[in-house]
């Protein structure tokens, strides 16, 4: 494996509330990997963005991310990013989140879906109907697919982490085929990419986030925009899984994956 082609767009820090090591620290060990780049994309979750403190957090984020930038100059490329949930319950803190910083990338992401009080990793998935949750989520991101203040659509499944790896369920995505194809041709017709999330890979849903059926039908519907980002919260986990995506991304016909500095898209060979 030539790890010097590995880019991780999707790391969060001690400044996620779920993080585990300072920026400095992840970084030392992503050079340590040989990886080429990293985005520090810590959690911003805009609907209790005041009543959690995020407002603190994604000051501290960026400016610490910005000196791990600095000492870590020729060494590692950092980026400078931050993961924006629930953007459109407040677009307008939304906006003016992205626009006190300047920002390599931002993730948006949905992790407290519309009519839910906890964390899509807190909902009793086995006392819902799956495929009408699927559906509305699906809506929902396709609504945030339309936001100019995202650059990717983060890991566009992720309920499926408790779904199919905690709770066992096989879930058929042609049932909800309508949402996912609106889903990835919003993604396409606003010049989105689509992050695949490797973090799947080490849990107990066992693949990536999306899966390869939705990222084979993301192709055929003309989808060439695509990051890969591997969710990490400490720094053991920084990397990890991001080449096994670059392979099954190959085998799907994607010979480039992008990435972002100052928010404009780049390209680099995905040469696997």
Same mark, same amino acid.
């Given at each position: ?9 999707? /790391?969060?820090?001690?400044?996620? *509330? &779920?993080?585990?090591?300072? *920026? ?6 992503? /050079? ?16 209790? =963005?005041?009543?959690?403190? @995020? ?13 791990? #930038? ?16 629930? %953007?459109?319950? &407040?677009?307008?803190?939304? +906006? ?7 920002? &390599? ?15 899509? !990793?807190?909902? %009793?998935?086995?006392?819902?109907? /799956? ?5 509305? @989520?699906? #809506? ?5 697919? =339309?936001?100019?203040?995202?650059? /990717? ?12 790896? !905690? @709770?066992?369920?096989? =879930? ?5 085929? $309508? ?12 010049? !989105? ?23 084979? #039908? @993301? ?11 591997? +969710? ?18 190959? $085998?799907?016909? =994607? ?18």
């Amino acid at each position: 494996m030539n790890k010097q082609r590995i880019m991780d767009l999707h /790391v969060h820090s001690d400044n996620s *509330p &779920d993080g585990q090591h300072s *920026p400095m620290y992840i970084c030392e060990n992503a /050079v340590d990997k040989g990886l080429r780049a990293i985005a520090f994309t810590d959690h911003c979750e805009i609907d209790k =963005f005041f009543s959690h403190k @995020y407002n603190s957090m994604v000051f501290h984020s960026y400016f610490e991310c910005l000196k791990a #930038r600095t000492a870590f100059e020729g060494e590692l490329l950092v980026l400078l990013g931050i993961e924006i949930a629930q %953007p459109l319950s &407040d677009r307008a803190l939304s +906006d003016k989140i992205i626009s006190n910083h300047h920002y &390599d990338i931002v993730l948006g992401s949905i992790h407290t879906p519309k009519g839910f009080e906890c964390d899509v !990793k807190e909902i %009793p998935y086995d006392e819902i109907d /799956v495929y009408e949750f699927m559906r509305n @989520y699906f #809506r929902e991101l396709t609504e945030l697919a =339309f936001w100019d203040g995202c650059d /990717v659509l983060a890991h566009i499944t992720c309920p499926m982490r408790r779904i199919q790896g !905690k @709770y066992g369920i096989d =879930f058929d995505y042609s049932k909800i085929s $309508k949402e996912t194809d609106e889903l990835l041709k919003a993604i396409i017709e606003n010049n !989105k990419s689509l992050e695949v999330n490797s973090s799947g890979l080490r849990q107990l849903m066992g693949r990536p986030m999306p899966d390869e059926s939705i990222i084979e #039908r @993301y192709r055929q519907l003309g989808g060439k925009n695509i990051t890969i980002g591997s +969710d990490a919260h400490s720094a053991n986990e920084v990397g990890a899984g991001v080449y096994e995506c670059m392979k099954l991304l190959k $085998k799907h016909g =994607f010979d480039k994956i992008n990435f972002y500095t100052e928010r404009e898209m780049l390209e680099i060979n995905n040469n696997v």
